[in-house]
């Protein structure tokens, strides 16, 4: 877990009371489907993708509570990559977030639904939130439906796929990978919050090259970690499955100065916003301080 301000504990403690709620609306029942999709949304992982549209939502000068409807959106679509990234025909991961995966607890067949659900759910919440403009919701759900699909996080898993267990791979390969897999969420989510505050053009796409660098820092960050225990992963998952890391590619030392160079260079995109940045800015600190 990562260590956090007053503020953003607070920006924290909303996010999951709305969450919460929202989870109760969407699957109400006992039926299988209902408790799986609970299941999988109430593994507590780090929160950085929501955290992350209300840090840039303040930065873009509106309270950060005003992008809830966004921030939950992308969590679930966040969750639903994770179910299906674990089933046996992808990762095939027994756990997750400390604790047995979706399929594991439940059934593959069911997993897959839990996935399709979740990610078609994540826009109807975005879609009826009245408190929202509607050139905002459509900016945003234009702005999620890119990121997460084909030209996006779903590419970044086609090329992860890939390059699993191939030796022909250079550092670009592997940066590739990652900008789409984990960097286009994460900028996705810097962009929606930018959406939310409604930022002009330019400011948009400085708060994406901001959200695809901290996503290169978030994934070589996760690959020194993955020998080490207290991740909520199987240890050492990624080396055995032979997955492309950036500890295949260069040493350890290596690799948590090539993070900290990325890290240096990403906190500077912040400068344009000063000091409404600041939680933005602790969120990039706080994903490197996890080992480095």
Known sequence: MLTLSDSLTRSLQAFEARFEAMQTRLYPTSETLHQACRYALAGRGKRIRPLLVMAAAEASGVPGEAALSLAIAIEMIHTYSLVHDDLPCMDDDELRRGRATTHVTFDE?????????????????????????????????????????????????????????????????????????????????????????????????????????????????????????????SIGKDKEAGKLTYQSIMATDEARIYASKLTDETLELLKYWGPKAEALRELGQALIQRTL
């Open 109 to 233: 067949a069911t997993a897959l639904l839990v996935g399709d659900a979740l990610l078609t759910d994540a826009f109807s919440v975005i879609s009826d939130d009245d408190d929202l403009s509607t050139h905002v919701r459509v900016k945003a759900i234009a702005c999620l439906a890119r990121s997460a699909g084909g030209r996006g996080m779903v590419k970044g898993q086609a090329l992860d796929m890939h390059w699993t267990g191939r030796g022909d791979f250079t550092r670009t390969d592997l940066d590739s990978i990652h900008l789409e897999k984990t960097g286009a969420l994460i900028a996705a989510s810097c962009v929606l919050g930018g959406i939310a505050g409604g930022s002009t053009e330019g400011e948009l796409r400085r708060l994406e090259s901001f959200g695809k660098s901290l996503g290169l820092v978030f994934q070589i960050v996760d690959d020194l970690l993955d020998g080490k225990e207290g991740t909520g992963k």
